[in-house]
Structure formats: C-alpha cells, structure tokens
C-alpha cells in the first residue's frame, strides 16, 4: 500500500442523554445541561427543550453530568450526577517495516 492509498478518514462519536421529562403540569420550559470531564467542575453544556441532549464528536476523556429544569417560576436544584461513557484517545500511530 502506497502512501496515497491510505486514506484517512474522520470518526464521529455521540454521547446521548436521555432522562424523564419532569410532568406536564410543571411547564418545564427548557433544561440545562452541565459536563464534567475527567473530575472536572460542572459547567454548562447546553440547553434543550427535549428529555435528550447529543452531544457529537466528544473530545477523549471521561464525562459525568447534571441537569437542572426551567419554568417560568425559576430554576431547580441540579440533578445527580451521572457518569456517562468515557471517549477513548485516538490510538498510537502504527509503525511500519518494509521488508
């Protein structure tokens, strides 16, 4: 295999939460979603108005995450904390002998 015929090629990783939506009689109007990642502080990810937040092409590490509810009265205390996945590092570059 020459050098041209190597083709590199991107990898994509998602990490999917999904949690149960608060009840319909809270009017939860949106969630915040906090990371951590390898023990990190909390910090915030993002929002959604969803039960379920992707987060794509995560960088190497090991996440844990919280999430609060929103209304119009305020917002709630954070969730537990949940440990997700870890994303691997992308492997050491091969070595190659010509024989």
């Keep these: 295999m020459t050098e041209k015929q190597i083709k590199k090629e991107k990898i994509m990783a998602t990490i999917r939460l999904d949690w149960v939506a608060n009840p319909s009689t809270e009017f939860v109007t949106n969630y915040i979603i906090y990371k951590s990642v390898n023990g990190g502080s909390l910090s915030i990810q993002g929002n959604t108005s969803n039960n379920f937040f ?44 010509i024989l």
């Excluded at 709630?76 to 091969?94: C, E, I, L, R």
């Design 54 to 97: 992707e987060i794509v092409n995560p960088n190497p590490g090991v996440y844990s995450f919280s999430i609060q509810a929103t209304n119009i009265a305020g917002t709630s205390a954070m969730s537990d904390v949940g440990f997700g996945p870890s994303v691997p590092s992308k492997p050491a570059t091969p070595v190659v002998t």
